[in-house]
């Protein structure tokens, strides 16, 4: 379980995150939601030890998550994976290497764990294709083979369905779902709304303050308007 109490993240006199609680129960699949510059990703990076000087607790655990995240394994898919695409890397490689990075695991495990996370996101035969060749879609399931191989009970995804086409996205999404079904926290940053609706138990809309936390199908059309603000207004206008 992930408890988020009274945080609050300051840049210099910019008040980024507002006093945020959030509960997030084991094998939950949410979804955060919320316009750019929101604070999503900020709340994510704080939740993995990535960003200090907040106000507030976050327990992981029942531990500090400070130390929760020395101890074990996580799986996190940022926004910008900073793996360069041009590296001659190829996706087996890309898995181990993130495994490596870890050194939770006794280096002899690295191949079978590389082909069973491989198999979970259906990559098989991909094994010694160059990154760079992958389309984005592939890309994103490699970067969450990486974090399937660290075997985490919490997977952390930041816009995952950044540059995947729509046939990718609900391929994307369909592994995300196995995984909760096998009993693993969620916790998923999303801008495709309609999928993030349809995969998740828990909707949480984000802008600077929390707007809701709630069950996808009470999310009003209210509560996005109210999350996204003029967003949402640029987005009505843009249909019409
Ligand atoms: N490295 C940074 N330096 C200064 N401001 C930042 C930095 N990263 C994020 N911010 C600011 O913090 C706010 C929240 O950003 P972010 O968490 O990335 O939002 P989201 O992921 O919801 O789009 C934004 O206003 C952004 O401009
Ligand atoms: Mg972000």
Redesign the pocket.
């Known amino acids: 379980m992930i408890q988020i109490e009274n945080l609050t993240y300051q840049?210099g006199s910019r008040v980024?995150l507002d006093n945020i609680n959030l509960k997030i129960e084991k094998g939950e699949f949410v979804s955060l939601i919320?316009?750019?510059?929101?604070?999503?990703?900020?709340?994510m990076k704080i939740v993995l030890g990535l960003l200090n000087g907040y106000k507030g607790t976050v327990l992981i655990d029942g531990i500090d998550h400070r130390l929760w995240v020395k101890r074990h394994n996580f799986g996190y898919v940022p926004?910008k994976e900073s793996f360069d695409p041009l590296f001659p890397a190829t996706v087996s490689d890309a898995v181990k290497l993130g495994l490596m990075k870890r050194r939770l695991f006794p280096p002899r495990d690295a191949k079978k764990r590389t082909a069973a996370a491989l198999e979970f996101v259906d990559l098989c035969g991909f094994e010694n294709r160059f990154i760079g060749e992958l389309s984005g879609g592939e890309f994103q399931r490699v970067l969450l083979a990486r974090a399937v191989a660290a075997d985490s009970d919490y997977f952390f995804l930041d816009e995952p369905e950044a540059n995947v086409d729509k046939q990718g996205v609900s391929r994307l999404y369909s592994i995300l779902t196995r995984l909760k079904e096998e009993g693993k926290t969620v916790v998923n940053?999303s801008h495709d709304l309609q999928t993030a609706v349809s995969a998740s138990d828990t909707i949480v809309c984000?802008n600077k303050t929390l707007h809701s936390h709630t069950k996808p199908e009470l999310l009003s059309a209210e509560i996005v308007r109210r999350t996204f603000g003029n967003a949402v207004r640029l987005l009505e206008k843009d249909h019409v």
């Open positions: 840049r980024i919320g316009p750019n510059g929101a604070g999503k990703s900020t709340l926004q940053i984000l």
